[in-house]
């Protein structure tokens, strides 16, 4: 069916047509994000051993952490969808396990991610209730310069923000997630770094950490939501062509996919994307890009 | 207890400055074979620059 067709529907046929579109890529087990998350997280605490017992060059660890890090959060959003197995089934377990286990090297605990990133998708890019409106930017340089500056000790945003939603939402228990990863990641670095391994602490997890959150919220907050100026299903995300193609940009090119059916798994967002678009088109989203 | 943790996150800064910059600054001096003059040792430079950094931070609220 052409654009021009699309363009005659209604919105309820409209809707119909991408619910049957959203079907055919639903409902497929993430083999890929879950080999991901073990392959990933595996590797980055490889690294340790590596680099204090077999004098396995820092550089090339500083490197692969960072690389590590940076693709820790994809496999944890898969399981805050409940995309690898829902409440209830079979495979529970281990939608639990990967959404825990992956974002680990972030400090990030997992019921908090889960949780404010729901509300991130319930409230995408208002000003008060979207906890990651604080990533909105000017530009590409200016969204580094706000990533770093959201993680200033008294900024209000990023990690803080996340505070403050869970606070709104009635969810303090989980701030004490949160509290138990800094006290346990700070002390974990003061202790190496006391004992003699401080730039192995700075290069494997410190200095990865602030580069990959950088990277994670540039490519998976910004750029998919630039300019952030509209809270409506069909406004508040765009496809857009990265610099760093599709596998460099962790899949974000097709995110509006994403928040029009948080049900597919990231590896189908591309494919429900090419077939979705003249749909995207005639409700007027910002798909001009790819 | 809930006190004690608290004042770790109110002087996070200053304590991260001290705990963590101060160790790392000593062992990048000695990695690169700088010697400090005057026979200050690498670990003293270090508290210096990670606790004047901390406190710097603390009182601004933000280390850039």
Redesign the interface.
């Known amino acids: 069916m052409s654009a021009r067709d699309f363009s005659q529907m209604s919105n309820t046929e409209l809707l119909r047509a991408e619910r049957e579109i959203a079907r055919q890529h639903l409902d497929r087990f993430p083999w890929f994000s879950v080999a991901w998350a073990f392959v990933n997280f595996g590797t980055w605490l490889v690294l340790w051993p590596l680099v204090f017992f077999t004098g396995f060059p820092l550089w090339a660890a500083f490197l692969i952490a960072t690389l590590n890090i940076s693709l820790s959060y994809l496999p944890s959003h898969e399981a805050q969808h409940d995309i690898i197995a829902r409440p209830g089934s079979r495979l529970r377990w281990l939608n639990e396990l990967v959404g825990h286990m992956s974002i680990i090297p972030m400090v990030l605990p997992f019921r908090a991610a889960r949780l404010t990133h729901l509300e991130h998708h319930k409230n995408c890019n208002h000003d008060e209730l979207d906890p990651d409106v604080s990533t909105r930017a000017r530009g590409p340089l200016h969204a580094v310069w706000r990533s ?2 959201n993680r ?4 209000d945003a990023a990690y803080n923000a996340y505070a403050a939603c869970l606070q709104r939402i009635g969810r303090t228990d989980v701030i004490l997630d949160s ?1 138990i990863y ?2 346990v990641f ?1 002390t974990i ?2 202790a190496l ?2 004992s ?1 391994y ?2 192995e ?2 290069l494997i997890w ?1 200095l990865p950490r602030h580069i990959a959150l950088t990277y994670i919220q540039y490519y998976l907050s910004w750029a998919p939501h630039h300019p952030g100026d509209m809270t409506e299903r069909y406004g508040n995300t765009r496809s857009f062509r990265a610099i760093l193609g599709n596998i460099g940009s962790m899949g974000m090119q097709y995110h509006i996919v994403h928040h029009l059916h948080p049900r597919i798994p990231l590896m189908r967002t591309g494919p429900a994307y090419w077939d979705m678009k003249p749909i995207l088109e005639a409700r007027g989203c910002d798909v001009k890009d790819l | 207890m809930l006190t004690f ?1 608290k004042m ?2 109110r002087f ?2 200053l ?2 400055g001290i ?2 910059l ?3 600054s ?3 001096i000695s ?1 690169t074979n700088w010697t400090p003059p005057l026979g200050v040792s690498p670990l003293t430079i270090g508290l210096v620059f990670g606790g004047m950094y901390g406190l710097l ?2 009182i601004r ?4």
């Open positions: 770093i500056q200033q000790p008294r900024a509290v800094q006290i700070y670095l003061i770094a006391w003699g401080a730039i602490a700075a410190w | 943790v770790i996150f996070g800064p304590l991260f705990g963590f101060a160790p790392l000593a062992q990048v990695t931070a603390q609220g933000r280390w850039v």
